[in-house]
């Protein structure tokens, strides 16, 4: 197929595959089962001598067509879909990590993330969380039984941005699998492959759904790590190219055995989000812009954290790796200002959670979404009581800005 743009590829992707009945969208199929030729085929198929599907939970047509979007997004080498983000994330753990691994990971994470590491920190995996925004602290953290660094794009509420590509310079170097979750860039502002990460995880829930109507989560290997280094692979998954172990091993262990699977009628609603995300991500990356502009320039406001501001401590690495800033901001009012007088004010933006929806979402972080982990760990996080994060949506940019600051009023 010719080197088409990141929305012409897209949108054109399942009818290369000359679809049935020339359908313009690959069909939703419900089959649990599937048919063969015959019995012989059957079991080709089962040992994976030939291709095909097996059984609903490991893989279904409407599926595999998705997933070959997001690889293609993505440019990797493939891809396996997930019931949610939690699911694709899940699997990594399950499927790669045995008790005695070590794990290094960014402390500004998605808070089901940080729980999700303490669940497995008590399983016997060694945790430890750093702050990412420098390479140094990362690798002062390695131990020889580091198997994987795991950063989060732009960090979740807070908008701290990992040093992507140092840190990818730095497991290149000593042969340790990379993990970025590209959920709040999404793959169109920005391509982990870029600075060597192995494993890619996209909330699909997120910006490449974007409407809010479907729960879905991926990963997404680039071919950038060297599987062969990996000491977790099981020898039964070694009969193909090391280019595959992974998601070979993923797949088996952590879809078939755990069963996060993405129904086929989320893919599809997913798969139609995904053809406009490259313009949502557009309008929504300028009304953030504007947005965090005017909070900045507002007195009651006491702080905004924006990555296209010029006050981002890493707006110079957001600004040379990614097509844009994105969706998501965070703000502090001044003391005396009640976040939730402030949010019941909004006519336009909805309080409640959820991000890289078509329309504004606004949440106070502290009380809601990170109240579980404590006043300590939020501390640690930069999370202030009144902070408000706001998923930025596609709204007319006036509209949206009125209605941010007639609240203030
Ligand atoms: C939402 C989110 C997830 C989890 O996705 P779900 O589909 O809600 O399970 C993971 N990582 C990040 C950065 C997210 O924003």
Known sequence: MKNYGFTSTILHNDRQKGIEHGSLHKPIHTSVTFGYADARQLASVFQGKEPGFRYGRQGNPTVAALEDKVSKMEQGVGTICFATGMGAIGAVFQALLRAGDHVVSSSFLFGNTNSLWQTV?????????????????????????????FVETIANPRTQIADLKRIGEL??????????????????????KDVGAGLVVNALTKSIGGHGNALGGALTDTGA???TRFPNIFENYK???SVQWGLVQIRAKALRDFGASLAPEAAHHIAVGAETLALRMDRASANARALAAMLEADQRVAAVYYPGLKSHPQHGIAAELFKDFGSL???????????????????????TSNLGDTRTLV???????????????????????SLIRVSVGIEDTDDLIADFRSALD
């Open 121 to 149: 920190a008590g399983q016997g995996v060694g945790v430890d969380f750093v702050d990412a925004t420098d390479v140094a602290n990362v690798a002062a953290a390695l131990k020889p039984e580091t198997r994987m660094v």
């Open 171 to 192: 497991c290149a170097q000593r042969g340790i699998l990379y993990v970025v979750d590209n959920t709040m860039t999404s793959p169109y502002l920005f391509r982990p």
């Open 225 to 227: 790590y060297d599987w």
């Open 239 to 241: 009969k193909n190219p």
């Open 329 to 351: 901001l965070s703000f502090e009012l001044k003391d005396g200002i009640d976040c939730f007088d402030y949010l019941n004010k909004l006519k336009l933006a909805i309080p």
């Open 363 to 385: 949440i106070p972080v502290s009380h809601t979404i990170f109240y579980e982990m404590g006043p300590e760990r939020r501390a640690s996080m930069g999370i202030a009581d």
